[in-house]
């Protein structure tokens, strides 16, 4: 069966410090891969899409970047973190292709805090 | 257009009623109409999916009322338990880009009280 791993659980980061978030999938190839951000009351907020290996696409413009340097993994990263960063970063994937009813499979997320 | 409004904000139900969550939308392109369940500390995890042409699935006590005329389509909660209580999140799908985009609504906090 398919799994999806994200680390750190929880990060507390000060502002201006750099950030890297990461996510693997398992029993699965060539997904879809996602990083979304939750923030309270707001629900949830595409940032970065992949539908391949160094193949990014941004939705939103911000501080932050991300990396696909394996087909299975997705790297959330940020040169200098700001106050704004902070929120509940969930990793997803998905089957690739055109399959209106593939579902997203989230991570458990990473609460991040940066004071 | 791409938004998915979602109400209400939270809603306490007694257990043994039932839990009701509306979602609206604009972009009749969407196609696929899912939604998640989030418990505290986790991530959102699929509970119900519905297609534009069908109005109803049920799934357990589980049901998803869709009005295509109206671009509305609803959550139902039959006999609600205290395990029901999360966060629930209604959203819609339109493939663009070379994958299926999910617009999600806001979420409703749920809280089923024994």
């Known amino acids: 069966s398919q799994t999806i791993h994200q680390w750190p659980a929880t990060l507390v980061q000060p502002v201006g410090s750099p950030l890297s978030l990461e996510c693997t999938v398992e029993?699965?190839?060539?997904?879809?891969l996602y990083w979304y951000r939750q923030a309270a009351g707001r629900g949830l907020q595409l940032l970065f899409y992949?539908?391949?290996?160094?193949?990014i696409s941004s939705e939103v413009p911000q501080n932050l970047s991300a990396s696909r340097p394996q087909d299975r993994q997705f790297i959330l990263s940020s040169k200098k973190l700001l106050l704004s960063d902070s929120g509940f970063y969930l990793c997803?994937?998905?089957?690739?292709?055109?399959?209106?009813?593939?579902?997203?499979?989230f991570g458990n997320g990473t609460r991040l805090t940066v004071t | 257009q791409q938004q998915v409004k979602q109400s209400p904000q939270s809603l306490i139900v007694q257990k043994g009623g039932i839990s009701i969550i509306n979602c609206a939308y604009e972009n009749t392109a969407f196609d696929y109409f899912p939604w998640y369940q989030q418990f505290p500390g986790k991530g959102p995890a699929l509970l119900i999916a519905i297609r534009p042409d069908v109005s109803e699935k049920k799934e357990g006590r589980f049901t998803i009322s869709f009005n295509k005329s109206a671009k509305q389509f609803s959550l139902h909660i039959m006999d609600s338990q205290p395990g029901d209580s999360a966060t629930y999140f209604c959203?819609?799908?339109?493939?663009?880009?070379?994958?299926?985009?999910?617009?999600f609504g806001a979420g409703t906090r749920l809280a089923v009280h024994p």
């Open positions: 997803a994937w998905s089957v690739r292709g055109r399959d209106r009813d593939s579902p997203l499979h």
């Open positions: 029993g699965t190839s060539n997904p879809n």
């Open positions: 959203a819609a799908s339109i493939f663009s880009g070379g994958y299926n985009k999910l617009i």
């Open positions: 992949s539908v391949g290996i160094g193949q």
